[in-house]
T-cell receptor, first 117, second 113 residues
Framework: DAGVIQSPRHEVTEMGQEVTLRCKPI?????LFWYRQTMMRGLELLIY????????DSGMPEDRFSAKMPNASFSTLKIQPSEPRDSAVYFC???????????????FGEGSRLTVL | GDSVTQMEGPVTLSEEAFLTINCTYT??????LFWYVQYPGEGLQLLLK?????DKGSNKGFEATYRKETTSFHLEKGSVQVSDSAVYFC????????????FGTGTSLTVIP
């Protein structure tokens, strides 16, 4: 089975540009999470969805960040406008509690490394 | 609220040394506990898990026992290899309380030949 697929793997952009990161969760998974990882702040939860509905977006840093999940197989994380401090690795993860016998362990993608100049 | 605390890194060991990475947790209910590993340039991968008290999770020579009395889930390996160099994250999930996943801050391990 294919794992969580993220694109792009690497993105370099200039400050002020719009950035869109994409995620395809594992088929059948009903939870999707977006995390950000930096050396300074470690792994931070940005937002998570259940059945395509955003449940908790309290980790979204500010209004420049938005996330959508239009269907069960696709999610986007958008930053507009981007700033140098947004440089990080962004991970998408998914799970299905039923498929994991209730434990709900997360399956991570390879990440999208964003550099904002 | 729920939380996970793991030992500060970085940890540097010689090949074949014994490894322990401490992890303690705070939870309101009965969480499942996990160790994830992140190799350089990759995403996090599940290393092992335990779902109830006294369960022992094991994988690739790593072990961790769910200790409810001490709220701990320490990661151990008897003889580390250079290929074990990675960042290790302790985590818990407590879905029954309506919330989700909590990660520790990660512990970087470097194994030198």
């Amino acid at each position: 089975d294919a794992g969580v697929i993220q694109s792009p793997r690497h993105e370099v952009t200039e400050m002020g540009q719009e950035v869109t990161l994409r995620c395809k969760p594992i088929s059948g998974h009903d939870y999707l999470f977006w995390y950000r990882q930096t050396m300074m702040r470690g792994l931070e939860l940005l937002i998570y969805f259940n059945n395509n509905v955003p449940i908790d977006d309290s980790g979204m840093p500010e209004d420049r960040f938005s996330a959508k999940m239009p269907n069960a197989s696709f999610s986007t994380l958008k930053i507009q406008p981007s700033e140098p401090r947004d440089s990080a690795v962004y991970f998408c993860a998914s799970t299905n509690r039923g498929a994991t016998r209730g434990t709900g362990e997360l399956f991570f993608g390879e990440g999208s490394r964003l550099t904002v100049l | 609220g729920d939380s996970v605390t793991q030992m500060e890194g970085p940890v540097t060991l010689s090949e074949e040394a014994f490894l322990t990475i401490n992890c303690t947790y705070t939870a309101t209910g009965y969480p499942s506990l996990f160790w994830y590993v992140q190799y350089p340039g990759e995403g996090l991968q599940l290393l092992l898990k335990a779902t109830k008290a006294d369960d022992k999770g094991s994988n690739k020579g790593f072990e961790a026992t769910y200790r409810k009395e001490t709220t701990s889930f320490h990661l151990e390996k008897g003889s580390v290899q250079v290929s074990d160099s990675a960042v290790y994250f302790c985590a818990l999930s407590e879905w029954n309380t309506g919330n989700q996943f909590y990660f520790g801050t990660g512990t970087s391990l470097t194994v030198i030949p």
